[in-house]
């Protein structure tokens, strides 16, 4: 080869030659990181490490002074017929206490007979309230011998409800259902990628070779995370999420190369110019939107939140293992394999040497497109507008138990048992107070005052418990609020416990300080979070994806209309997840119904991940146009040539992807569900309406305006088409180009008129006159 060869091209080029060491180098690499991974084990975000704000500040007082509560537990006891004082009542609860007792699993256990507040104002409900014994995040593990005890109970007395709710055995009831859920998707979204890597390819080797990349890249990367968690906790369902997304980016790399590679076998190149050319053009898109998706990724870490942090740590490094085994073991793979890539060809199916510029299907689509570009831009532009109207009444929130599960779930019945008989009592409001001296008289007329006070605003109900410990000058303050926890009564109760009751009565005591935390009030210091947080992450990702695509395509216009259709694609699926979702509107199609709001964290993580994946296609697209028009093609023939091009691996994976995300959606969990739904639409809609009729029309509209770069920017070029090759290409038996495919001027013998020399020369003639 002669000329200049990009860094995909060079990285390829040494891992075909050394692919012995590529591919050992890769297999020792994935089982170190397993290794270390299994020996270290993952840890995950305890409660307090999800609060932000005031919600926070409390946490961090009870964790310095070694206050972190016990994780809380409750049964009710209810008998539609009997009141408390009935002696069946008397005796269903006293088995109760007894039997829960006898666990010694349990501590501060408060019999509703000898406690204010925990018999109903009905008197046909009691609640009996202990903790657990150990730390809060481990509790699921001890909470079973009580679970049975409860249960012994309520078989003993089939007229009474006799239900359990708390921390533990909500932990307990969510890694024995919903981590089976992740564990069913990930199964599920394996075999899917495969089947349609069959369909696609014809061949069951070339469609393992994209799966097994993409697992060996989740393996890796799962490994390293598990390391990470020790010193940054992470999210119990980061490695689900890191499985699914690696499962998506990796299986697009390695067809976007393998599908390059195939189809210059299949106009006649022997098998190593092939690998060659597919490593500069195809690898260096790999590259591009590697990187573009990780600068879209680290964007979440501004968003000062332990959530996100772990989310940006694991997507990043599954992508850019991904990325970087599409880039070594993949050209070392197909070196080594060569034609034998086909093998287990299926009948019928896809066929891997297709050059896809004779795309008939998407022929037919872009002829009307770019014979009306105007019409095609508005149409397709206005079906966008519309589906993305609704995002403008987006409403977030803190989706509470009730909301995040189907109401038929035994979890969410009793709680909401719980809530209807003791309103507040599910999820009181607990206010954290630091003082010099706990004891003193002033601090405790301070509290007298405050349980007055906050009890006459009519948004708190009784009991309102006081705990104090003196060693520590902490008080502890458990406040049942009106409302049902999520709903604006309580968020309101929230709001005056903090700009009114407090200020009132423990704000007057010199070196009181008071903190309201409790599910309500984190859910509010979370949003709030959220909020301050977004814009300065959608700013920098979309800035760096700009500066990424100008840097890598020295064209301001491609660099602007990247960020635009994506900006649009992303609003476009916002709206379908707020119509479903927030709406109801086709809500049972996935298995739901409108809870009135998406999932607070949703729209910052969906921007990114969507932003990242939608510039994947992107970059992809646009780099076989740009090596077209390079070629000398006028901009609308360039067009023409890269979208057909890509037509058929761009669907490939987009169908992947869709599949992969609309597993999500199967999820018992409501904010999976909307994760699962945006992802796939926007997928959807990217690879069809933005790639396939938005992009070419706009590009079509500006014409050679297209690759407009002011003088004034000297911009480094990341830009390298493939070198031109010194054989002309030998035809063997069934690589032979049909007849009625259009052969694109890319890669002739060297030395040609229409070669790649020529074309350098007059796309440097361009740029010198612009």
């Known amino acids: 080869m002669t000329g200049r060869e990009n860094l995909a091209a060079r990285l390829g080029g040494w891992s075909a030659r050394h692919r012995a060491i590529a591919i050992v180098g890769w297999l020792v690499v994935v089982a170190a990181a397993m290794l270390i991974g299994s020996a270290a084990g993952q840890q995950h975000m305890t409660d307090q490490e999800y609060a932000a704000g005031e919600s926070a500040r409390a946490w961090q007082v009870l964790e310095q002074k070694g206050l972190i509560p016990p994780a809380d537990e409750m049964v009710l006891v209810h008998s539609d017929t009997d009141i408390a004082g009935a002696a069946g009542f008397r005796a269903t609860v006293r088995e109760l206490v007894s039997g829960v007792r006898a666990t010694a699993e349990v501590t501060d256990l408060r019999n509703p007979y000898a406690t204010a507040g925990l018999v109903s104002s009905d008197r046909h409900s009691a609640l009996v309230q202990f903790s657990m014994t150990g730390k809060a995040n481990t509790a699921y593990q001890r909470v079973q011998p009580v679970l049975d005890a409860v249960d012994k109970v309520r078989a003993a007395h089939p007229g009474m409800r006799v239900e359990q709710f708390g921390e533990a055995s909500a932990n307990k009831w969510f890694n024995d259902t919903i981590l089976k859920d992740f564990h069913r998707a990930e199964l599920t979204a394996v075999p899917l990628a495969l089947g349609i890597l069959l369909a696609a390819f014809g061949a069951l080797l070339a469609a393992v070779l994209p799966v097994g990349l993409a697992i060996t890249a989740f393996l890796a990367a799962n490994g390293l995370l598990a390391l990470i968690s020790h010193s940054m906790h992470v999210d119990s369902s980061a490695s689900s999420v890191v499985l699914l997304l690696g499962l998506a980016v990796g299986v697009d790399y390695c067809l976007f190369y393998l599908r390059r590679e195939r189809e210059e076998r299949g106009k006649g190149l022997d098998p190593q110019a092939s690998l060659r050319i597919a490593a500069a053009t195809s690898g260096r898109s790999v590259l591009v939107s590697g990187l573009t998706v990780v600068v879209a990724m680290s964007g979440m870490f501004l968003s000062g939140m332990q959530l996100f942090d772990g989310f940006a740590v694991g997507t990043i490094l599954v992508v850019l293992i991904a990325m970087l085994g599409s880039v070594t073991v993949l050209p070392a793979l197909l070196s080594l394999l060569g034609d034998r890539v086909e093998w287990g060809r299926v009948p019928g199916l896809g066929r891997l040497r297709r050059p896809e510029s004779g795309s008939r299907a998407w022929g037919a689509i872009l002829r009307p497109v770019l014979a009306h570009p105007g019409i095609s831009a508005a149409a397709s532009g206005g079906v966008l507008l519309l589906l993305a109207v609704p995002v403008l009444g987006i409403h977030t929130e803190k989706l509470s138990l009730d909301k995040q599960l189907p109401s038929n779930t035994a979890l969410v019945q009793t709680y909401r048992h719980i809530s209807a008989a003791f309103p507040g009592g599910a999820g009181p409001a607990n206010v954290v107070v630091e003082a010099d001296d706990v004891q003193a008289p002033?601090?405790?007329?301070?509290?007298?005052?405050?349980?007055?006070?906050?009890?006459?605003?009519?948004?708190?109900?009784?009991?309102?418990?006081?705990?104090?410990?003196?060693?520590?000058?902490?008080v502890e303050i458990s406040?049942?609020?009106?409302?049902?926890?999520?709903?604006?009564?309580?968020?309101?109760?929230?709001?005056?416990?903090?700009?009114?009751?407090?200020?009132?009565?423990?704000?007057?005591?010199?070196?009181?300080?008071?903190?309201?935390?409790?599910?309500?009030?984190?859910?509010?210091?979370?949003?709030?979070?959220?909020?301050?947080?977004?814009?300065?992450?959608?700013?920098?990702?979309?800035?760096?994806?700009?500066?990424?695509?100008?840097?890598?395509?020295?064209?301001?216009?491609?660099?602007?209309?990247?960020?635009?259709?994506?900006?649009?694609?992303?609003a476009a699926a916002f709206g379908v997840m707020v119509a479903v979702f927030q709406h109801g509107w086709g809500a049972s199609l996935v298995g739901t119904h409108a809870v009135g709001a998406i999932e607070s964290w949703l729209p910052l993580f969906s921007f990114v991940i969507l932003f990242g994946l939608s510039m994947d296609y992107h970059v992809f697209v646009v780099s076989r146009i740009r090596e077209a028009h390079d070629a000398g093609a006028p901009t609308q023939e360039a067009v023409a040539r890269g979208i057909r091009s890509t037509a058929g691996v761009v669907t490939s994976a987009a169908i992947i992807m869709v599949a992969v995300f609309g597993v999500l959606a199967t999820l018992s969990m409501q904010d999976f569900k909307q994760m699962g739904v945006g992802l796939g639409v926007a997928i959807l809609l990217d690879a069809t309406i933005v790639r396939g009729v938005l992009l070419p029309s706009v590009l079509s509209l500006l014409g050679e305006r297209t690759w407009y770069l002011p003088g004034w920017m000297s911009l480094p070029s990341w830009h390298a088409e493939p070198a031109p090759i010194d054989i002309p290409p030998t035809a063997g038996p069934g690589s032979r180009p049909q007849p009625d495919e259009v052969q694109e001027p890319v890669h002739p013998a060297a030395g040609t008129e229409s070669g790649p020399g020529a074309a350098t020369g007059r796309r440097r003639e361009r740029d010198h006159r612009r």
Not at 449 to 468: E, M, R
Not at 533 to 558: D, E, G, K, N, Y
């Open 442 to 474: 002033q601090v405790r007329r301070a509290l007298t005052a405050f349980t007055a006070t906050a009890l006459h605003t009519n948004l708190v109900n009784q009991p309102v418990q006081i705990t104090a410990h003196p060693e520590q000058n902490v």
């Open 479 to 570: 406040v049942p609020l009106a409302g049902n926890g999520s709903d604006s009564t309580s968020r309101r109760a929230v709001q005056v416990l903090r700009d009114d009751v407090i200020p009132q009565t423990l704000g007057k005591v010199s070196g009181a300080r008071a903190y309201v935390t409790g599910d309500t009030a984190f859910s509010m210091d979370f949003n709030a979070q959220l909020r301050r947080s977004i814009v300065p992450v959608f700013l920098f990702v979309m800035a760096v994806a700009f500066l990424v695509m100008l840097l890598s395509f020295r064209s301001l216009t491609i660099a602007a209309v990247s960020i635009l259709l994506n900006l649009l694609s992303v």
